[in-house]
């Protein structure tokens, strides 16, 4: 007899996730047979796969053979539930757990407003005794109307905030959207992905959107330094790409390369070396972007259909 899938899956990327691996996994655990969970292991060698093949015998692992990156590792978990006629698709962070509750009712919110392609829970820091720093971030008053102040009023409830953007600890992902938007876009290794995904939802004319009555802990606070953001030229590459593969962006590299270039002439005819440095320095980091690579994606992607590219 074939095996009758839930129709809402948990998509989780791991890579040496052995200190959050219990909690994580037994949160999902305790949300019982509505969904069904899969693991996407960028190779792990810390036992992480061995570990969740015998403690959470329930959850289907794949091993991605390598570090290929958060997107794609988490495009192959969204392939896996589209073919298996997924609703919704719940992405969850290896360093987070949810609390009892929350993926039955963002599932739930979610049907009754189709209009978010993306809902989120609250996030919580790992100790549970304030917000996520970059989740308060993304749900200050001009990002997010009205739920900082629903909050202290004691009336956020369950209604449903609209926002510019959440990062994708937590993503509950509409199959329409999945459909339309498709999976992430691999040009991003780590961070950015979800920037650019929210662009293209949006794009699309889908909302983004928070529940505070759904709550996650991501722990993360006791890290120290991230080279993606300390070291300034990877992070000066990501924003370049960032802006290149947006889909409601027309930037185009020819004409940013034309302008570096005369820039440069003109201030190494005026001996303005300083100058001149800083337009070829631009130029090579145009290439280092792959910016030409993001424009052939933004024109793929600003058509709707499940694009995994």
Known sequence: MTEVLPRTWVVVVTYNAMRW???????????????????????????????????????EVIEAGGNIGFGQANNKGLARARAASAEHVFLLNQDAWVLPGTIPRLVSVAAENPGFGILSPMHLNGAGDALDYNFSCAIEPKRCSGLYSDIYLGRAADKVYTTRFVNAAAWLVARKCLETVGGFDPLFFHYGEDDNYVGRVHYHGFKVGVLPSAVIHHDREQRDGNLYFDEERTWKARR???????????????????????????SLLTMDMNAARIARDGLKLLDEANVDEAVRHRAIVREPGPHFL
């Open 21 to 59: 691996a219990d909690r994580c996994f037994g949160s999902l655990r305790a949300v019982g047979p509505s969904v069904h969970a899969v693991v996407v292991d960028n190779g792990s060698s810390d036992g992480t796969v061995e570990h969740l093949r015998t403690a959470f015998p329930e959850v």
């Open 240 to 266: 370049l790409k960032l802006r290149f593969a947006d889909p409601g962006d027309d930037a185009d590299p020819v004409v940013e390369r034309m302008g570096l270039r005369r820039k440069m002439i003109r």
